[in-house]
């Protein structure tokens, strides 16, 4: 438990120490994904196997010290997320919960690929689509393409009643 939190305590200090000098939140985003895959891949795949599964323990004490130290290596990006509602950058009505989990999430799958599989991606290139994806994802919706998509829908459910028999 004490190397665990030692580990933590040294990559959260870089995010909460380097992360504020990025300036723009999409490249406050692409900082947090690229710094992730980065310390998770530099050090081969023992590390990261170790990272992943530890989250999945039962065991009562380790997992609470997991929620805290978690909690304060993801406080970085969920500021610079809030941040970036708040100047309607991003989608105001999006949990930020949900948001940390696609930017978490969709590099966990990268990370299990590689210690399963060995598969090693090109960090750069994986950080820049992951970051790409994201930041499209997390968009506030114009509201004519709203309104376009919702129109249709309307045109697409008209022809479906046309097409039925009745």
């Known amino acids: 438990m004490h190397?665990?939190?030692g580990w933590y305590d040294e990559i959260t200090q870089v995010l909460e120490n380097e992360l504020p000098l990025v300036p723009g939140t999409r490249a406050r985003?692409?900082?947090?994904?690229?710094k992730h895959l980065v310390t998770l891949m530099q050090e081969g795949s023992g590390m990261c196997r170790l990272v992943?599964?530890?989250?999945?323990?039962?065991?009562?004490e380790f997992a609470s010290l997991l929620v805290e130290l978690k909690r304060r290596y993801t406080a970085p990006?969920?500021?610079v997320l809030a941040a970036a509602q708040r100047a309607g950058e991003i989608r105001p009505s999006a949990p930020l919960s949900l948001l940390r989990g696609m930017?978490?999430?969709s590099m966990e799958h990268v990370l299990w690929d590689y210690v399963a599989n060995g598969n090693k991606p090109d960090?750069?290139?994986?950080a820049e689509q992951l970051t790409s994806m994201l930041w499209a994802a997390f968009m506030p919706?114009?509201?004519s393409a709203e309104k376009?998509?919702?129109?249709?829908?309307?045109?697409a459910d008209a022809l479906r009643r046309l097409d039925t028999p009745g």
């Open 3 to 5: 190397v665990i939190k």
């Open 29 to 34: 985003l692409h900082f947090v994904v690229h």
């Open 52 to 60: 992943l599964s530890e989250g999945r323990t039962v065991d009562d």
């Open 77 to 79: 990006l969920m500021n």
């Open 103 to 105: 930017v978490y999430g």
């Open 123 to 126: 960090i750069d290139a994986t």
């Open 141 to 143: 919706v114009q509201p």
């Open 148 to 155: 376009l998509a919702q129109f249709h829908l309307a045109v």
